[in-house]
């Protein structure tokens, strides 16, 4: 195929990625096992299987898709010096990379995640995103106090820029939240927010530290407030499940609750948002 075919390719694939038409995207990225496909594709094509209902083969597609960006890497490297900040393979394999530890640590495969992540420390100079997954992962198998360790060591890594202040403040709300340091997360959160008010996953934790706070109005009217006035970043199925459940501590009329929600949320969702659940 020619280069163009392949970019046009490629280009819809992502987009219906993008809009979450994962089956339509699988059928548009079938030829990015083809070498000659763009990155992106090949990419897609790794990925795409775990959006519609193959985990195995996702993950399967991935460790070789990493494997060929780690060869390809090395070939550059032997080959001659590589531009600062790594190049264009090294860049891609750490990509894919981080793919496989959010498909590890969706699937409580903690060890996996932690093994891919100590490579990344060892040989990236520490870059604050695999801190970030790392504080994560640790949590997730109990253990506070290393992932206290791990985000202090975030703090003095973070570079000065936007990105990367939301990423400390996001990782020390979910440390100090495990350390039931409620209104500090508060404030963490808040920080966040007053910067990004449209940010989904830090407006539900903030709703989440008012509900341990025994505020369950407020994480309500918190919850409530900003699915009106961001509605297409605020509607994601954790959040309004989590609007849902607080409806069912607070009212008696909980169902009429949310059906009015699930009415409100079917006038936004995208088509695989299940509103079924609510």
């Known amino acids: 195929e020619g280069g163009g075919t392949w970019a046009a390719r490629a280009y819809r694939a992502l987009a219906l990625f993008k809009l979450r038409r994962f089956v339509e995207a699988e059928q548009v990225a079938q030829e990015g096992s083809d070498q000659r496909a763009p990155f992106v594709l090949r990419w897609l094509h790794a990925e795409l299987p775990a959006h519609t209902g193959s985990p195995a083969d996702a993950q399967e597609r991935l460790y070789g898709l990493l494997g060929h960006c780690r060869r390809r890497s090395e070939e550059d490297g032997a080959g001659g010096e590589v531009a600062v900040g790594g190049g264009a393979w090294e860049r ?3 990509f894919v990379l981080y793919s496989l530890v959010r498909h590890h640590h969706g699937r409580g495969e903690f060890l996996a995640a932690l093994q891919l992540l100590s490579w990344l420390l060892d040989r ?3 870059p604050p995103a695999a801190l970030a997954m790392v504080v994560r992962v640790l949590l997730q198998v109990g253990d506070v106090q290393a992932a ?9 890594a973070s570079v000065d820029n936007t990105a990367a202040r939301v990423e400390v403040l996001r990782t020390r709300a979910l440390v100090q939240f495990a350390n039931l340091q409620y209104a500090e997360a508060a404030s963490s959160l808040d920080a966040i927010l007053e910067e990004r008010p449209w940010d989904a996953s830090a407006c539900n934790n903030r709703a989440v530290c008012q509900m341990y706070s025994k505020d369950i ?3 309500i009217n918190r919850l409530e407030g900003s699915l009106r006035q ?7 199925e954790s959040l309004v499940g989590n609007l849902a459940s607080l409806y069912e501590l607070s009212s008696a009329d909980a169902p009429a609750s949310k059906r009015r ?10 088509d695989d948002f299940d509103v079924g659940k609510l």
Do not use: I
């Open 148 to 156: 206290g360790e791990a985000l202090r060591g975030l703090e003095t």
């Open 261 to 270: 929600l699930a009415q409100w949320a079917a006038e936004f969702a995208p």
């Open 124 to 126: 990236r100079g520490r």
């Open 92 to 94: 891609r394999h750490d």
């Open 230 to 236: 961001f509605p297409h970043q605020m509607l994601r």
């Open 217 to 219: 109005v407020g994480a």
